[in-house]
Each structure stands twice: as C-alpha cells, then as structure tokens.
C-alpha cells in the first residue's frame, strides 16, 4: 500500500492477519488500508484478519489490476493521478460499518483485545492525521504485542504450523475418490467435506429410504453453504453432482480410502470394515470415525488390519477443521500419511494420536464431565458450573453441551467404562435420563428448554442432584464461579499430562491444538496445556 499502484497475480491470496497473533496491523496498515478503499471495508478487513481473493481484492479498490505476470503489468501500469496514500485525505466516517465490524470481530475473536484496537484505529483516520495515526499505531502494537493474549495466540500460530508438518506428505498423492459408509449427520458431513476437496463420493447405506435421506442431507448442507456464502449454487450443485449413492457395497467403485460412520456399535463396524475390505482394492485404506471405541478391536476381523487407521471427525465434520488422525500400533505408515494428508487436503487441522479411550480430545472431555458432575455432588449446581467456564471461555458448560449430544450416551459411556456402585457419581444421570431427561432434543437435560430453544435452570435436575448428594453423603461446599474453573481445568490438564506420560499424544501442543479446534477451548489461552504451563495459578 505504500506504492503507488498494486497488480495481483490470479491466485494471490491478500490479508492484513496481526489480529490473529494478538497485534495490530504495523507499517501503516491501519492508517493505509481505510485512505485506499475508506473506513466501513478497512474496518472489516483489519477487524477479522480474514484472508481474502484476488477478485475480491480488486473489488473492494484493494489492488488496481490482475495479471498472470503482475510485475510486468504493475510495471506497464499508469494508474490516474493521486496522491500516495500518506498524502491522502482522512477518509470518511462510517459509524454503522464500524459497528457492524466490531460485531462481527467480537464473534470470531471473542474476549481479545487486538481486534478492537485495529479496528479503532482505522476509525480514527477520519480525525487522526496520517503521521500522528503512525504513532498510535506504533504505540498500539508495542503494548499490544508482549502481552500474555499475544504470547498465547503466536503459540497457537506456530504450533498449527508444526502440526501441519508432522508427517512429510510431499510425495503423497491427493485422493481422487473415496467411500463413506452411513448416510447420517456425521456421514453426511464427511461425504460433504470430501466433495468440497474436490474428492469423486461413493455413499453407502442400507436401503432405499436411508439413501434418500441421505441425499436429503447432502442437498440441506449444500444449500446452507450458499446461504453462508460458503459457496455459490453452481460450487453447490458441483458438489452434489459428485456423489454417488449405493445400496450395500456390491457396486461401489474402485477407491483410495474408506471412511465408516455408522453407529457406534463394535459388532456393526467390525462388519463393515470387513466388507469394504472385501469390496475395494487392497491398497485402499480403511478408516473407521469412532469417537471412543478400540481402533484395535475394531480391525480385528480384517485380513490386512494394517490398513485400518481412525480419522476422528468432530461434528458437524462439513464445519469443524479438527481431525484426529489416529495409529493403532500397527497401522502401515503408508495409510497413515494418507490419511494425514487427506485432512490436509480438506483443510483440516490433522493432529497426530494413537490408541486409547476417547483419544485426546474426548478423552479430556470425559474427565471434565466427571469432574463436572462431581461438583453438583459438593455443592454446585449445573448452571454455576457451565457459568464458570462460560467465564474462563469456552463455549459452552459441560452441562449445556451433553444437552446438546444427549445424556443417555454419556450414561452408556461410564457403565461401559466403570458399571455403577453406591459411590458412583453418575447415578445423578441415570435419574435423569430414566425421568426422560435426556437432552435438548427431548426438551429437558440438566436444563429445561422452551420452544425458543433457550434453557432454564430446572428445579426437577435440582431436586435429584440433592437427594443423590444426600444419599451419598458428600460435604456441601460453596464454591465461587473461579474456583470451580480452576478446579476443572486443574482436572482436564491432570487428563493431558497422562496423555503425554503414556505416548496417546506427542506433544503439549497437540493436545492445545485439539482443545481450540474441537472443544473451543479459548484461542487467547493458548490451549490447555500451553495456559497450564503460563497461568499464574498453573
């Protein structure tokens, strides 16, 4: 922006990203950008720190041309007199696109300070000078950048850039076709995800009417894509025109990979892998997207079981970018690159792990919802508790996300896992689920919910949680909003250590990645091990 004119090439990708690292713009983007193309669109730009096209960079007066040789065509171009930018006019107010930049910043960049910071200083070149905006610029980054926010968020940077590179995927093919196996929102998701890559779809289901709602489902993502602007009607209907639905696996295609989705039951995805062994190549790899189960146990009945690796979706897999990537002790390191580099060729975080109940990421989450509900046993009740860590930055509370993903697969988790006794805190659970307490869907969890879909405390879920505290005889405490999150956080970093400690995980960061990608822990942290390490209470 300091020259005098700009010329992209076709593929150039533009941004002004320092909010992501927990800065502002320096070198005079904030006082460039708003004098080029005016305050509303400079605010948006700097706010998000989103990248953004060539196209659309010469829409928005961001560059002056596209040329496939630009340094030829910058050269050759004789742009209409004006003044350099730093000789420019202060630019026009626009409060309303200011607002509605600072909206949007407080969305995607929830709780940091570096958005609001760039975005206020690209409205104060209507006022500021262009020198005297240079300085307080200067100034904003300098205090800005040695704070702990821009520490955390420059970790997180790199750490994402390492995971990227932990397998070398330079001589790997990209995949071309694929096979996922059930129809559901998860299989859905993924079929959708790989046409997106660019990756030919054969869907299999059981019958007629699961394969129609399967078509029904990919149709639904495809328009809510476009409605997010994630893609116009013509990359939509593309998307589904590359699909192919099949009714067992007697006339699927010859593919690269397979990747079962269906029910979380081990008999069920023994049998499926079996026959996607049966039915492809036997250099294609098989995945299975289990959330908890034994990758090991799962390919016992296969003939080669080293082609078997876990790609762990989360949901919904179309949006989500995390993907566990996981080896079971025996898979091929071919099949695990090419499972590795297919996520890369999603666009996905793949990050590294092996073999044990709930991998990391939902391995994390179990102890938390453990520790959760022990605290309702001390004292606490499920609306503090999801309060308290709403506080710290997550998302949502563990009580109000096992609303969302219903009550009764946790309750099945833990008697598979642990049984039930006199002690066993998740009796609480059973109550519920057997009142037909078993989530949003049935419109009563922990919470009650109307039909806004907005939840309330419920005096019922109160009313059992007591009367099992009661029964089992634990001290009432009372605990403020921080020290039930110190508690819980103590408790998931607890969880990560002894991941690390067995090998599940290489590295802390790879459990910091899988946190911010797949559960929302708060970018600005760092992930949970790298604000454990930082924290002052860690």
Not at 138 to 146: G, K, M, N, P, T
Not at 207 to 233: C, N, Q, S, W, Y
Not at 383 to 410: K, N, V
Request: proline letters at 6%.
């Amino acid at each position: 922006m300091a020259c005098d004119a700009r010329v992209a090439a076709p593929s150039a990708r533009l941004a002004l990203p320092e909010v992501k690292l927990g800065v502002v713009p320096g070198s005079g983007g904030t006082q460039r950008l708003p004098r080029l193309i005016g305050i509303g669109p400079a605010a948006g730009i700097v706010g998000l720190g989103e990248m953004f096209d060539a196209a659309e960079a010469l829409r928005l007066g961001v560059i002056d041309g596209i040329a496939e040789d630009a340094v030829a065509a910058a050269l050759a171009l004789t742009p209409p007199p004006r003044p350099r930018l730093s000789q420019a006019p202060n630019p026009e107010p626009a409060p309303d696109a200011v607002a509605a930049a600072r909206a949007a910043a407080a969305r995607r960049h929830r709780r940091q300070a570096a958005p609001e910071a760039a975005i206020r200083l690209v409205e104060e070149t209507a006022t500021t000078g262009f020198a005297a905006g240079l300085d307080a610029e200067r100034a904003r980054f300098d205090a800005l950048r040695i704070t702990p926010e821009a520490r955390a968020l420059r970790h997180v940077f790199f750490a994402e850039r390492v995971a990227r590179r932990a397998l070398d995927t330079q001589g790997e093919a990209p995949v071309n076709t694929a096979v996922v196996v059930g129809g559901g929102l998860m299989g859905a998701g993924i079929a959708f995800a790989l046409r997106r890559a660019g990756i030919a779809v054969a869907l299999v289901e059981t019958g007629g009417e699961a394969a129609a709602r399967a078509e029904a489902t990919l149709a639904r993502l495809a328009d809510e894509a476009v409605g997010r602007g994630k893609a116009t009607r013509a990359e939509a209907e593309g998307f589904l025109a590359g699909m192919g639905y099949h009714i067992g696996m007697a006339t699927l295609p010859p593919a690269e990979i397979a990747i079962e989705a269906v029910f979380e039951d081990m008999g069920l995805k023994q049998r499926v892998l079996a026959e996607l062994e049966a039915a492809l190549p036997a250099d294609a790899v098989l995945a299975t997207n289990t959330s908890y189960m034994d990758i090991r146990q799962i390919g016992q009945g296969l003939r080669d079981p080293a082609r078997l690796i876990g790609l762990h979706f989360f949901s919904p897999a179309h949006v989500m970018p995390l993907v566990e990537v996981i080896r079971t002790g025996i898979s091929a390191p071919a099949a695990v690159r090419r499972g590795f580099a297919l996520a890369l060729q999603m666009d996905k975080m793949p990050v590294l792990a092996r073999v044990c109940e709930g991998f990391i990421g939902n391995r994390i989450l179990a102890s938390l919802r453990d520790a959760a509900e022990l605290l309702t046993m001390q004292g606490a009740t499920p609306w503090d508790i999801d309060a308290a860590m709403e506080w710290f930055g997550m998302p949502l509370g563990p009580f109000a996300t096992q609303d969302l993903s219903g009550l009764e697969i946790g309750l099945a988790r833990r008697r598979r896992l642990h049984g039930t006794g006199p002690g066993d805190t998740s009796a609480a659970i059973g109550h519920l689920v057997a009142a037909g307490r078993t989530g949003r869907k049935a419109g009563r969890g922990w919470y009650d919910y109307g039909r806004d879909g907005r939840r309330t405390p419920s005096a019922e879920t109160a009313d059992i949680l007591a009367a099992e505290a009661h029964r089992l005889g634990h001290p009432r405490l009372a605990l403020t909003r921080d020290e039930i999150a110190r508690r819980l956080i103590a408790r998931m970093t607890e969880e990560g250590r002894a991941i690390l400690a067995e090998g599940i995980a290489d590295r802390p960061e790879d459990i910091d990645l899988v946190m911010i990608h797949g559960y929302g822990f708060p970018r600005e942290k760092g992930g949970l091990m790298w604000h454990a390490h930082n924290s002052p209470a860690g």
